[in-house]
């Protein structure tokens, strides 16, 4: 299933932009402001990735012949149960999208800390 490589990628590269937050906030704490450049270009890269491993996921759905499976995938993608819980592929594919889920949350509860750490009344999150 195409659509579990797609969010097996994206899980990797959640985990790679939460290891560059956590570098990040450790670059705002030593008031390390060329560091903290770096960081924040270095984390272009895996959110054009995903802005491409997204897009896959949409094109895959797009080209899905029949209506019910469109529905059945987008659900699935979306947070639902397995359309046929005896598919492990489908199980799979549920447990990634929960657990991406799950790191994207904490990606953006740290990102915003630390925009309004750097931003103060500037910060994004305001």
Not at 46 to 66: C, I, N, V
Request: proline share 4%; aromatic share 2%; hydrophobic share 35%.
């Amino acid at each position: 299933m195409d659509a579990l490589v797609q969010m097996k990628r994206t899980g990797n590269l959640l985990n790679e932009l939460w290891d560059l937050t956590q570098q990040l906030g450790e670059s705002i704490d030593r008031n390390d402001q060329v560091s903290t450049q770096m960081l924040i270009a270095m984390r272009e890269e895996p959110l054009s990735k995903l802005q491409a491993a997204d897009q896959a996921l949409r094109e895959q759905l797009e080209a899905l012949p029949e209506p019910e499976d469109v529905q059945q995938l987008a659900a699935m993608l979306n947070g639902g149960q397995p359309a046929d819980p005896a598919q492990r592929t489908q199980q799979m594919l549920c447990e990634q999208v929960a657990s991406n889920k799950r790191r994207l949350a904490q990606i953006i509860e740290r990102d915003k800390m630390l925009n309004q750490r750097l931003g103060r009344e500037k910060s994004a999150y305001q």
